[in-house]
């Protein structure tokens, strides 16, 4: 099967630092890059889409210059959390498509201290 | 409104048992998505369906369009079976997630 992979896996920050998050498709080429988020408890909420070399379109509800997504490359995205708040403390996940299947990253946990 | 709705929300089984986990939706999808989620949050896709039946190992998916409904079974269910199992639908070019069914196999 597709192989997908995010770095880190886990990252805990200050409140006000930025963390960068990579998704890489080591198989396939990702033509569709979905970030997701989930919160304790609940369901994945999509954050964000982008295709690559596209700007990425936003969901209701999600800053784009909070969250900035880089689609550079076919099998590679990156999801920069800026000046990170503790509310910003979440399982963020990236779900590559090849425009047949989507994938799902492992995750990355993120705590904002 | 939600457009996806998964059922039971936890569900706790002895080891052996079958299990079956529900997913309906509300509009015409063009695939659904079974997946599985571990505690620490690794998600893994365990089965992409448009129509009928997939099975790989003791996993069972169905869909039917019709009715607008899924069910994922689980046969001989084991301890490391524990996870959530979500459902997730495309509809558009969009994903909508179910919320989820904790599962629990005791030994």
């Known amino acids: 099967g597709a192989v997908v992979s995010q770095h880190p896996s886990r990252v805990i920050c200050k409140s006000g630092t930025s963390v960068k998050i990579e998704c890489r498709s080591l198989d396939f080429q990702a033509t569709t890059m979905f970030w997701y988020r989930q919160f304790p408890k609940q369901s994945l909420m999509l954050m964000a889409t982008s295709n690559e070399g596209s700007k990425a379109t936003y969901e209701q509800g999600v800053e784009k210059d909070k969250f900035l997504i880089n689609h550079a490359s076919l099998t590679l995205s990156t999801l920069t959390v800026t000046s990170a708040h503790p509310e910003d403390s979440s399982f963020y996940i990236c779900g590559p498509a090849d425009g047949v299947t989507q994938y799902f990253g492992p995750g990355t946990r993120l705590l904002v201290l | 409104k939600n457009e996806v709705e998964q059922s039971p929300q936890n569900l706790t089984a002895q080891e052996g048992e079958f299990i079956t986990i529900n997913c309906s939706y509300s509009v015409g999808i063009s695939a659904l998505h079974w997946l599985q989620q571990h505690p620490g949050g690794g998600i893994v896709s365990l089965f992409m369906l448009s129509s009928g039946k997939k099975k790989h190992g003791r996993l069972i998916a169905t869909i039917n369009i019709q009715e607008k409904h899924s069910s994922l079974h689980i046969t001989a269910s084991h301890p490391r079976d524990s996870a959530v199992y979500i459902c997730?639908?495309?509809?558009?070019?969009?994903?909508?997630f179910g919320t989820g069914t904790s599962l629990t196999v005791i030994p």
């Open positions: 997730a639908v495309i509809i558009g070019n969009q994903f909508y």
